[in-house]
């Protein structure tokens, strides 16, 4: 995982979630990517995909179960996890975490 970016623009608006409980940036690269940088409060939360993405978990303690299966998947700092596009997964935040959202061509 990147430490940092170069070279890229930034969102100003922020991307609020469930009350205030989730929140990101929008982080455009030059090659058209973006990502999202966001925090977590505890909690637990859907959401829906358009894209695929894959979910890395920069700092904090997660559990993911994404649609169509029953089995939930612990993350913590320095995990990931994929979901597949025009999906959803469910996510249970049992402390603060940060996290970076990469939007994955289909």
Sequence with gaps: MMKKFEN?????????????KVTSRTVEFS???TKTLGIMLPGEYTFNTGKPEL???TS???SYCLKGESSWNEVS???EFNVPGDSSFQIKVTE?????CSFLDS
């Design 31 to 33: 090659d058209g990517t």
């Design 8 to 20: 890229v623009n930034v969102v100003v608006g922020a991307n609020i979630y469930f009350d205030g």
């Design 60 to 62: 904090g303690q997660v």
């Design 55 to 57: 979910m890395e978990i």
């Design 77 to 79: 700092s320095g995990g």
């Design 96 to 100: 603060i975490s940060d996290y970076v």
